[in-house]
DNA sequence: ATATCATATGAGTAGTTACTCATATGTATC
DNA sequence: GATACATATGAGTAACTACTCATATGATAT
């Protein structure tokens, strides 16, 4: 069994990238294929797919087949909360953190 | 100047280490001396150290001396509720997440 | 000023992670 | 079946990260 500690550490290891962070804001308003999240990105096919399964392994993002296309959503789309919340007091006015962050 | 993504990726990045996690458990109710985290967590007074400086940094934490002490608290103590919002989506009862994260 | 306790730091290392390349798989169309 | 499009995967590598060791700094008391 695995702590609490333990499963936040991971999810957040999984969110800690600039690219996987950024492929979950492209698919937080509606799912997306592979293809629509490389165009929006602007990243490589396979460097999309790379982080894709790295998010799919820890259920973060889950998958619908239709037709040739596979469509990415997120599992929990209330992470979507979480994140903004977050994004709310690191960048609140006077934040300690904001300074540091900046550069 | 530094996007938001790009905030929100250093911050995960901070808190995603089991370890550092830990820490950042041990000071959410009320400051505590390097001594205390140590006793607290198990972990050597160097790896402690190391990861504090990691956590200052990232201005997650702040100090404030007392003498020979110096005590360390979140720099911003709602984090804390953001934690067990993301904790709480985790742990939810049929979640997707959950038995992945269980291994 | 020396000894002791509390904490930080620089350097080295092993393990991990992000990325790329080449190739494979799956689906649809001809 | 051959071709084209959509996506995934295994292997290799360079860069990064967590950790340890040895040592340094700072505060207090004697």
Redesign the pocket.
């Known amino acids: 069994m695995v702590g609490r500690i333990e499963k936040l550490a991971k999810i957040f ?1 999984v969110l ?5 962070l950024g492929i979950v804001m492209v698919i937080s308003k509606a799912s997306r ?3 629509e999240i490389i165009n929006a990105t602007g ?12 998010l799919r392994k820890a259920e973060v993002v889950t ?1 619908r ?1 239709e ?4 469509y990415y959503s997120l599992t929990n789309p209330s992470l979507m909360d979480i994140l903004n919340d977050l994004s709310h007091i690191i960048n609140t006015a006077g934040s300690e953190m904001e300074k540091i962050l900046e550069k």
Do not use: A, E
Not at 43 to 54: A, E, G, N, P, Y
Not at 67 to 70: A, E, V, W
């Open positions: 290891k800690g990238d600039y690219n996987r294929t592979v293809t990243m490589s096919q396979t460097l999309v797919s790379f982080h894709l399964r790295v998958t087949r037709g040739p296309f596979i």
